[in-house]
Nanobody
Framework: QVHLVESGGGLVQAGGSLRLSCAASGSIVSINAMGWYRQTPGKQRDLVATITNGGVTDYADSVKGRFTISMDNAKNTVYLQMNSLKPEDTAVYYC???????????????WGQGAQVTASS
């Protein structure tokens, strides 16, 4: 199995910054990509940013220019630097990894437990 542990959420004033981290552990054979998604009550989980193990990134339009995703392949860890936070960025942020565990030949999606990010106005 693959386990994802997130850290770094919290409360910040609008315009401030936060950095999320997510470390993957377990019987990992390979990680294809990692990313961040966010969800507010009653709404679907939306993509924030993704990064492949080759460094190719993708961002939601709403965070381009403000958020930066990066990945440390050696540590199986993904980061999300969030600058110029807005109240509408308030959500639970979930880490995702598309990975292959030693118990399977298939790549599967694994999820972290979620980290609350609140930007107050």
């Amino acid at each position: 199995q693959v386990h994802l542990v997130e850290s770094g959420g919290g409360l910040v004033q609008a315009g401030g910054s936060l950095r999320l981290s997510c470390a993957a552990s377990g019987s990992i054979v390979s990680i294809n990509a990692m990313g961040w998604y966010r969800q507010t009550p009653g709404k679907q989980r939306d993509l924030v940013a993704t990064i492949t193990n080759g460094g190719v990134t993708d961002y939601a339009d709403s965070v381009k220019g403000r958020f930066t995703i990066s990945m440390d392949n050696a540590k199986n860890t993904v980061y999300l630097q969030m600058n110029s936070l807005k109240p509408e960025d308030t959500a639970v942020y979930y880490c995702n990894a598309r990975a292959r565990a030693s118990t399977s030949w298939l790549f599967k999606d694994y999820w972290g437990q979620g980290a609350q990010v609140t930007a107050s106005s």
